[in-house]
Nanobody, 116 residues
Framework: QVQPVESGGGLVQPGGSLTLSCTTF????????ISWYRQGPGKERELVAT???????NYADSVKGRFTLSGDNAKKAVYLQMNSLKPEDTAVYYC??????????WGQGTQVTVSS
């Protein structure tokens, strides 16, 4: 059980796309759930999407139809494909891994800025 590492953030124009990566360093099937959270300026941290070991994926209503969460067990990574980005998607995005012992491990976060 190790801290995940995020990458892929950056500056993008409204309507653009970005793909975030979360390297878990372990096969994702060994992890109970892997989630992406975000925290925008002056806002509380919110859940964006979750992938469970059973393959169920849930999305926040605010990103449904625009964001896609996927996993690659061999690469020990999950990805958050973000399309049709809006200024309100600006936030630090965090990857969180939860194990069967209910321990959570958080990455350091990656900044996503949507601005023209």
């Amino acid at each position: 059980q190790v801290q995940p590492v995020e990458s892929g953030g950056g500056l993008v124009q409204p309507g653009g796309s970005l793909t975030l990566s979360c390297t878990t360093f372990e096969r994702i099937f060994s992890i109970s759930a892997i989630s992406w959270y975000r925290q925008g300026p002056g806002k509380e941290r919110e859940l964006v999407a979750t992938l469970t070991r059973s393959g169920i994926i849930n999305y926040a209503d605010s990103v449904k139809g625009r964001f896609t969460l996927s996993g690659d067990n061999a690469k020990k990574a999950v990805y958050l494909q973000m399309n049709s980005l809006k200024p309100e998607d600006t936030a630090v995005y965090y990857c969180c891994t939860r194990y069967d012992n209910m321990r959570d491990y958080w990455g350091q976060g990656t900044q996503v800025t949507v601005s023209s």
